[in-house]
């Protein structure tokens, strides 16, 4: 069933996202998808115990915390994309990342479980968008007061990933020929 549902127009999602889907590279999104999950898998399965818990400020997430906040944000975007994509036009809530991380305790569990759990969400989230034909695509839902369609949940998904992963390469040295 899958359908390639092209990029979303900027009215389809709130004005905060569309830096994520910017970082989306043009074609397939869930070839994007599919790609991502080799990428980040295989950016952070090498990375030792110290380096995934160090942070750059003593304020900043570890590495545990952000691949953590990764697969919250995603379960919560596929979920919009589910309840959009089906035609649910109930408003959706926003979530406090913050809340999440804190209470997702990611700092005490393995980059390997981690991992496992990123890569599950991962092939749940395009299990779902390839059931998406080509109306359910392009149905809008409100999303914390705001419109947003099913494929900017996908788009919005990918470069949530991008942006974090941009962050890892950027401010942590991760993938970058030395690690911190």
């Known amino acids: 069933m899958a359908h390639r549902p092209g990029r979303p127009a900027p009215d389809e999602y709130a004005p905060f996202y569309a830096g994520y889907v910017a970082r989306v590279p043009d074609g397939d999104i869930l070839e994007i998808l599919q790609a991502q999950l080799a990428t980040t898998k295989g950016l952070l399965a090498p990375l030792s115990r110290e380096q995934t818990r160090a942070r750059p400020t003593p304020e900043d997430w570890n590495i545990l915390e952000v691949l953590g906040h990764i697969t919250d944000g995603e379960q919560v975007f596929a979920y919009r994309a589910l309840r959009i994509g089906r035609g649910d036009l109930t408003p959706l809530a926003g979530f406090e990342q913050d809340?999440?991380?804190?209470?997702?305790?990611?700092?005490?569990?393995?980059?390997?479980?981690?991992?496992?759990?990123?890569?599950?969400?991962?092939?749940?989230?395009?299990?779902?968008?390839?059931?998406?034909?080509?109306?359910?695509?392009?149905?809008?839902?409100?999303?914390?007061?705001?419109?947003?369609?099913?494929?900017?949940?996908?788009?919005?998904?990918?470069?949530?990933?991008?942006?974090?992963?941009?962050?890892?390469?950027?401010?942590?040295?991760i993938g970058l020929g030395h690690t911190s």
Do not use: K, M
């Open 99 to 173: 809340d999440y991380v804190r209470a997702a305790r990611s700092a005490e569990r393995t980059i390997e479980d981690l991992l496992e759990a990123y890569a599950a969400q991962r092939r749940a989230t395009i299990a779902t968008l390839r059931s998406f034909d080509a109306e359910a695509w392009l149905r809008s839902g409100t999303v914390s007061g705001n419109p947003c369609s099913a494929r900017s949940c996908a788009y919005i998904a990918a470069g949530h990933e991008l942006h974090h992963i941009a962050d890892l390469h950027e401010r942590y040295g």
